[in-house]
């Protein structure tokens, strides 16, 4: 066989076992614990923040404005796919974001709430 | 002779396959902010009724007498195409072309003490975020698209840990937008000038 053609088919052989495809997935922040059934404790003008850190647990983050505070939770989940082919590559990532935010006063009640479970992200 | 040109032609083609490559990134951060189910003209709306059309903000901070409220969407396309020896074992020469591209959605809203909302502000855009050429003879230095400060995760996870920094940064820790005490900021902020320039 031809010295040049077997290089060839060798080179062709060596790319076709290169290619693969790659899954990948990230998370961070805290556990999501804010589904409905937990929810549905939270009553504003009479839930406590020490109740609401007993159900939640420990927030990604605390903010106060005087006597105020809020309680932050986030969780956020990266995914992706991708094709590797050498001479064309492809990665497709998708972040979303399951989150909670609790406003309470300066008696520690909560007075505003919010909360997040980004469907698309668990599917 | 016919055998000869089809061998030197599968050579050329497979060189060809083995030293250039097109890589395609796409990044998508949450999801689309939807401004208009928030009512522009009605000074009665509360951080309760927000919170039930638009759900938790990804980006909150207190401000003066009141909070900051932020929800985003970002959409980034980053394409690079390559030629290089680097496959040959030889990192002598490249020619790259990289391009990326937006999109972001960004909504602010403003309340007073009292919960009220006292403004708001909504920006959609979408347009180029860099990109370039560039023929690297003797080693591939430059990186022609980075688009890593767009894609990071949100600070909140890096709250606890922003009072530890080293000390420019913990003694700025209080004007930090992503400590939740002085505002917010959009993601690629630069921070030559502002509340993180000392840093």
Redesign the interface.
């Known amino acids: 066989m ?1 010295k ?2 077997m ?3 060798i ?2 052989l060596f ?1 076709a076992l290169s290619t693969g495809c790659a899954q990948y997935e990230n998370k ?2 805290v556990e999501v614990t804010w589904q409905d059934d937990v929810t549905r404790h939270l009553v ?1 003008g009479e839930t406590s923040r020490k109740d609401v850190l007993k159900l939640l647990g420990p927030p ?7 006597e ?1 505070t ?1 309680l ?1 939770y ?1 969780f ?1 989940r990266s995914r992706g796919n991708g094709v590797i082919l ?12 399951d ?3 609790l ?1 309470f006063d300066a008696n520690d009640v909560l ?6 479970i ?1 469907e ?1 992200a668990q599917a | 002779m016919k ?2 040109r ?3 032609l ?2 050329v ?3 060809a ?2 030293l ?12 689309r902010v939807s401004p208009d189910l928030l009512p522009e003209d009605d000074p009665d709306i509360t ?2 009724q927000v ?2 059309k638009l ?4 980006r ?3 401000a003066g007498e ?2 900051v409220l932020a929800w985003e969407f970002w959409k980034i396309r980053e394409d690079t195409f390559g030629l290089s020896l680097g496959a040959m074992g030889a990192d002598l020469f490249s020619v790259d072309w990289g391009n990326a591209h937006m999109h972001g959605e960004f909504l602010l809203v403003t309340f007073n ?1 009292q ?1 009220q909302m006292t403004g708001r502000a909504f920006a959609r855009w979408s347009n180029k975020a860099g990109g370039g050429q560039a023929i690297q003879p003797l080693v591939g230095l430059v990186s022609l698209v980075d688009v890593e400060d767009m ?1 990071d ?2 600070p ?2 890096k ?1 606890g840990a922003g009072l530890l920094r080293p000390l420019p940064q913990a003694i700025n820790a209080q004007s930090r937008p992503d400590m ?2 002085s505002g917010v900021e959009r993601r690629g902020t630069p921070n030559g000038v502002g509340q993180r320039s000392l840093e």
Request: contains cysteine.
């Open positions: 031809n040049h053609l290089v060839g088919m080179a062709c790319a961070r922040g504003p990604s983050q605390v903010i106060s404005l005087e105020e809020v932050y986030l956020e050498i001479l064309y590559n492809r990665m497709e990532i998708e972040t979303h974001y989150r909670a935010i406003f007075t505003d709430y919010a909360t997040k980004d698309a | 055998r000869r089809l061998s030197s599968t050579t083609l497979t060189l396959l083995l250039s490559a097109c890589t395609q990134w796409r990044y998508e951060l949450g999801t951080l309760t919170l039930a759900g938790p903000p990804l909150m901070s207190a009141g909070y003490r919960h894609v995760i949100l909140q996870h709250w939740g005490q």
